[in-house]
C-alpha cells in the first residue's frame, strides 16, 4: 500500500485505532474525518517514514488522538509535529531519533510522561511548552541533549521528575533548563563492576539494541576496552561508560 485515498475512513465511528505501514506516502482528503464531521482514533502507530516528514498531524487525524506510537525508524522529529494536540497523553519515540523540532510537542497538556531516546542531542525551541500535565521526563542520553530557548516553559519543572542515568546526574544537575527538574538517577543504570557475573560472562549491547560483545573477561575493565563513552545495556542492565 503506497496511499490511504480521499475519505478512505470517513464516518468510521467505531474506528479507534490504526497502524500506518512502512509503504504509505500519502494520505488522502478527510481520510480519517474532518473538523466539520468529526474525527474518531484515539490510537495510532506510525511505520512510514516518508508521513513523518508531515509537519503537524492535526489536520490529518485530529486533535483528540490519546496515543501516538512512532515505529518510523526517523531522525529528526519536525517543527510542530504534535502541536495543539492537547489531548494526547503518551508517545513512544523511536531509538533512532537524534533530533526533536521547534514545538514539537507545544501545548500537548494533556502529555503525563515522555520518554526522550539516548541518541537525542538537540531539542528546538518551545518543544514541550505548554506541556502543563508533565510529570516524569525521562533522558537515556548519558550527555545532556543541548537545549533552545522555552523547551519546557510552561512545565512544572519543580515537580517534575527527570530520570537520567545515574552517572550523569551530576552532569545534569549543572546544564540548563535540566538543572530545573527534581533529577533522579536511573537505578537500572549501574556501574560495570556490579554486574560482570561471577565466572565473567560479558554481554554488551548498544542502547539501540545491537550486540557488539559477547564472552568472558578478567575484569570489567577489560570488557569495556576501546569503547566510544557513552550508555550501553551490559548484561541486561544500563552502564555508563566512560
Given at each position: 500500500?503506497?496511499?490511504?485515498?480521499d475519505d478512505?475512513?470517513?464516518?468510521?465511528?467505531?474506528?479507534?485505532?490504526?497502524?500506518?505501514?512502512?509503504?504509505v506516502?500519502?494520505?488522502?482528503?478527510?481520510?480519517?474525518?474532518?473538523?466539520y464531521?468529526?474525527?474518531?482514533?484515539?490510537?495510532?502507530?506510525?511505520?512510514?517514514?516518508?508521513?513523518?516528514e508531515?509537519?503537524?498531524f492535526?489536520?490529518?487525524?485530529g486533535?483528540?488522538?490519546?496515543t501516538y506510537?512512532?515505529g518510523?525508524?526517523?531522525?529528526?522529529?519536525k517543527?510542530?509535529?504534535?502541536a495543539?494536540?492537547?489531548n494526547l497523553n503518551?508517545?513512544?519515540?523511536?531509538?533512532?531519533?537524534?533530533?526533536?523540532?521547534?514545538?514539537?510537542?507545544?501545548q500537548?497538556?494533556?502529555?503525563?510522561?515522555?520518554?526522550?531516546?539516548?541518541?537525542?542531542?538537540s531539542?528546538?525551541?518551545?518543544?514541550?511548552?505548554?506541556?502543563?500535565?508533565?510529570?516524569?521526563?525521562?533522558?537515556?542520553?548519558?550527555?545532556?541533549p543541548?537545549c533552545?530557548e522555552?523547551?519546557?516553559e510552561?512545565?512544572?519543572?519543580?515537580s517534575?521528575?527527570?530520570?537520567v542515568?545515574?552517572?550523569?546526574?551530576?552532569?545534569?544537575?549543572?546544564?540548563?533548563?535540566?538543572?530545573?527538574?527534581?533529577?533522579?538517577?536511573d537505578?537500572?543504570?549501574?556501574?560495570?563492576?556490579?554486574?560482570?557475573?561471577?565466572?565473567?560472562?560479558?554481554?554488551?549491547?548498544?542502547i539501540?539494541?545491537?550486540?557488539i560483545?559477547?564472552?568472558?573477561v578478567?575484569?570489567?575493565?577489560?570488557?569495556?576496552?576501546?569503547?566510544?563513552v557513552?550508555?550501553?545495556?551490559?548484561?541486561?542492565?544500563?552502564?555508563?561508560?566512560k
Amino acid at each position: 500500500m503506497a496511499s490511504i485515498g480521499d475519505d478512505a475512513f470517513w464516518q468510521c465511528t467505531g474506528l479507534t485505532s490504526i497502524t500506518i505501514p512502512e509503504g504509505v506516502t500519502s494520505i488522502g482528503y478527510e481520510a480519517f474525518g474532518s473538523s466539520y464531521n468529526g474525527y474518531y482514533l484515539k490510537s495510532i502507530t506510525i511505520n512510514s517514514p516518508t508521513l513523518m516528514e508531515a509537519r503537524n498531524f492535526i489536520d490529518v487525524f485530529g486533535p483528540q488522538v490519546v496515543t501516538y506510537t512512532i515505529g518510523a525508524e526517523i531522525e529528526e522529529l519536525k517543527d510542530a509535529t504534535f502541536a495543539n494536540f492537547t489531548n494526547l497523553n503518551t508517545v513512544t519515540l523511536p531509538k533512532t531519533l537524534i533530533k526533536i523540532g521547534e514545538s514539537a510537542f507545544d501545548q500537548c497538556s494533556a502529555l503525563t510522561a515522555i520518554n526522550i531516546p539516548s541518541k537525542v542531542n538537540s531539542i528546538g525551541a518551545y518543544a514541550f511548552a505548554g506541556c502543563k500535565s508533565l510529570k516524569s521526563v525521562t533522558c537515556d542520553n548519558a550527555v545532556p541533549p543541548v537545549c533552545s530557548e522555552g523547551v519546557f516553559e510552561e512545565v512544572p519543572t519543580n515537580s517534575c521528575k527527570l530520570i537520567v542515568p545515574q552517572l550523569s546526574v551530576i552532569t545534569y544537575k549543572e546544564t540548563k533548563p535540566w538543572n530545573e527538574f527534581m533529577i533522579i538517577g536511573d537505578e537500572d543504570a549501574a556501574g560495570i563492576d556490579d554486574i560482570v557475573k561471577h565466572d565473567g560472562t560479558v554481554t554488551i549491547h548498544t542502547i539501540d539494541g545491537k550486540q557488539i560483545f559477547n564472552g568472558k573477561v578478567k575484569n570489567a575493565s577489560e570488557a569495556t576496552q576501546g569503547l566510544p563513552v557513552g550508555l550501553y545495556i551490559i548484561n541486561a542492565k544500563k552502564v555508563y561508560v566512560k
